[in-house]
């Protein structure tokens, strides 16, 4: 009976732990993207990084998006900057 309980336990943990890397992967990593383009486009706009911090933040996030055009050609123009 313990070991049944155990094993149901540990089925539903590896449920959980699937459901937060998908929720990570599939929603969180895009909304982070698109934040990071708004922010990008707004630096290119202004011409100069105000904010060290956050100007390492879009470069990072922008050099890491996986098929985004708009985010390859911002991270070009932010390289160009630094």
């Known amino acids: 009976m313990l ?3 155990y094993l149901l336990f540990a089925i539903f943990m590896m449920f959980n732990l ?3 890397i998908a ?3 599939y929603i969180i990593r895009p909304l982070q993207t698109r934040w990071a383009i ?3 486009r707004k630096i290119v706009a202004e011409g100069k990084m105000r904010n060290d911090w956050r100007f390492r933040n879009v470069y990072r996030m922008l050099a ?3 098929n985004d055009l708009e985010a390859a ?3 070009q ?3 160009s900057m630094k």
Do not use: M, R, S
């Open 3 to 5: 070991t049944e309980n």
């Open 18 to 20: 699937w459901a937060v």
């Open 23 to 25: 929720f990570c992967i």
């Open 38 to 40: 708004i922010q990008a």
């Open 64 to 66: 890491t998006a996986k």
């Open 73 to 75: 050609k911002l991270w």
């Open 77 to 79: 123009k932010l390289d």
